[in-house]
């Protein structure tokens, strides 16, 4: 299939639109339709897709790659499968007209149209690394920004756990099903001779004798039973097998659940001892176990960058990993992602996202990072006073100004022990803030620098400006439950870490449609009603700018 343009970008003398009575067009244009046609359809960037197509020019020619993507976001925005969304296109003028495609005789889609495409971006992603759907929502956020008139200044980022649709196992269901589905593929090839003393495997009924219909107390007895069998599988089969995904599975569980002893034999890890990255369902490979905020979750985690002022906000940039990936390792890469400003933009974050590290990387790149907090144990503000001499490794002063006579560095642990006179720290109103430790004829404390850079960070945060912008932060908390009730994102029917992006990167991308569109409307209505606006403004006593303002 080779790449082409969608000539079909504006309406002609011909198209069907202009057959329709004038109260359908008028109730069309006074409808989401128009500004979807108008401002989002234009944003898609077709070209950005043309590698997922031949350079060919003799093969059939593809359907119009703005109207697939801009499709897909209307079929989250309005919480549609394929078939409806299909349907809508084929019924409602509406749609045809969003999507620009009332000049085609026949409508450019199938009941394959979308999962075609969706496959042909797994597959360049997979190949290449390359997410063509981030760059494009992405992208159209950038666009959808400056329509809004939005401060580019001002960021605020939060992240959500997303559930993968696959069962929850235990231990015992992972390895049987492993080992299962490994006999089975055996046994479609026809040999049989390899599943010697694993027959019973291929029983149907074996799964919930084996697994449900023993004693409790015979758990641990069946998981080495079934540790045993995998492990005589993998011997047998060598690497004959290696290229079947059911041969690299059964290889990973045994991998992650069982160890050689001493003498030998292949047994059993204790629970304590499995990764949270440990397969947890065969079905989908890449999820990974973790616990937050006391809760446990299996699959996803994804991660929402806002920009926003009082003209709304867009989610301009994102991203979606295993769940194993930190909120600390989201902002750095955030930051490394965004660059080196030419202006100063601020960063809010919540304090899962801070650490030191993370705090000097901003800083080298012109960006302001506020988070409500630092992870781990807090110092005291006042140790932000130390000064300490890194060339010389000297604590030159302490807080109350007082130069230590001398100062010991630990390399292996970076520690500095600064050593004062007994008197000088009895007599001291900071010394139980300082941590000073009196000694018989002396005084010391132990300091690090990156304590006192912990030390300089909260007492910035402590500020009033900065508990200001730390409270702008809460807006960006709403995303996640958006995204749980209205875009169903627990339980997209797809699996794995590649194909689940591309689902929730449509919903990121209906998100900002419909922010878009509802900013749009709000303009639209100002602009053919302002006389009246202003009237009633005069007659409140309420001035045009904050009329806009709460708009």
């Known amino acids: 299939m080779s790449f082409t343009t969608n000539e079909s970008q504006q309406l002609n003398l011909e198209d069907n639109f202009f057959n329709l009575n004038e109260r359908t067009k008028k109730f069309v244009k006074n409808s989401w339709a128009k500004g979807f046609a108008d401002l989002v359809f234009p944003a898609i960037d077709e070209k950005r897709f043309a590698v997922l197509y031949s350079d060919t020019k003799a093969s059939r020619p593809n359907n119009p790659v703005n109207s697939v993507v801009g499709s897909l976001i209307l079929k989250e925005l309005f919480n549609l499968t394929d078939d409806e969304l299909l349907a809508s296109i084929l019924c409602d003028i509406r749609f045809q007209y969003a999507l620009h495609t009332t000049s085609f005789v026949e409508q450019p889609f199938s009941d394959r149209t979308f999962s075609r495409f969706r496959e042909r971006l797994y597959l360049h992603t997979l190949e290449t690394g390359e997410d063509l759907l981030q760059e494009e929502m992405e992208s159209m956020a950038e666009v959808f920004v400056k329509y809004m008139d939005i401060d580019p200044s001002v960021k605020r980022m939060d992240s959500l756990m997303v559930s993968s649709s696959c069962k929850k196992m235990s ?30 495997y291929l029983d149907d009924e074996d799964r919930n004798e084996t697994i449900y219909h023993r004693k409790s107390e015979e758990i641990s007895s069946r998981l080495q039973q079934v540790i045993d069998d995998a492990a005589v599988l993998v011997a047998q089969l060598g690497d004959a097998y290696y290229e079947l995904p059911e041969y690299q599975l059964l290889q990973r569980v045994l991998m992650e659940q069982a160890e050689k002893n001493s003498e030998g034999n292949v047994v059993l890890k204790d629970k304590k001892q499995i990764s949270p990255s440990s397969l947890q369902n065969p079905s989908d490979p ?6 937050k905020a006391g809760k ?61 590290e993370n705090v000097e990387l901003a800083t080298d790149n012109n960006i302001d990072l506020v988070t409500t907090a630092l992870l781990g144990k807090s110092p005291d503000v006042i140790q932000a006073d130390f000064q300490i001499d890194s060339q010389t490794r000297e604590v030159t002063k302490c807080p109350a100004g007082n130069k230590p006579y001398k100062t010991s560095y630990y390399n292996a642990t970076g520690v500095y022990r600064a ?36 030390a300089a ?19 960006v908390e709403g995303l996640p439950s958006v995204l749980r ?38 303009l639209r209505f100002y602009f053919f009603n302002k006389d009246k606006i202003r009237y009633f403004a005069t007659f409140f006593k309420i001035t045009h700018k904050s009329i806009m303002m709460g708009a």
């Open 171 to 200: 231990r015992l269901e992972i390895l049987y099903t492993c080992v299962a589905n490994m006999a089975k593929a055996i046994n479609k090839t026809g040999e049989d001779h390899l599943l010697k003393g694993v027959e019973h």
């Open 419 to 454: 050593s004062f006179n007994k008197k000088t720290c009895e007599n001291c109103s900071l010394r139980d803030q300082c941590g000073a430790k009196l000694q018989k004829k002396s005084a010391f404390v132990m300091v690090t620098e990156n304590m006192v850079q912990r």
């Open 296 to 356: 446990d979750n299996k699959g996803y985690v994804g991660n929402l960058v806002e920009t926003f002022d009082k003209n709304g906000a867009i989610i301009t940039s994102y991203d979606y990993q295993q769940n194993s990936h930190s909120d600390s390792s989201f902002c750095k890469e955030t930051i490394e992602k965004l660059g080196v400003q030419e202006t100063q933009i601020t960063l809010i974050a919540d304090g899962a996202y801070a650490s030191v």
């Open 457 to 475: 960070y909260l007492k910035k945060l402590s500020s009033e400006e900065y508990r200001i912008l730390s409270k702008k932060r809460n807006g």
């Open 286 to 291: 890449d999820a990974t176990f973790r616990s």
């Open 485 to 522: 009730r209205r875009y169903n994102v627990d339980h997209m029917p797809v699996r794995g870490l590649v194909r689940s992006k591309i689902w929730f990167s449509f919903k990121i991308g209906a998100i900002n449609v419909k922010r878009m569109l509802s900013r749009a409307l709000i």
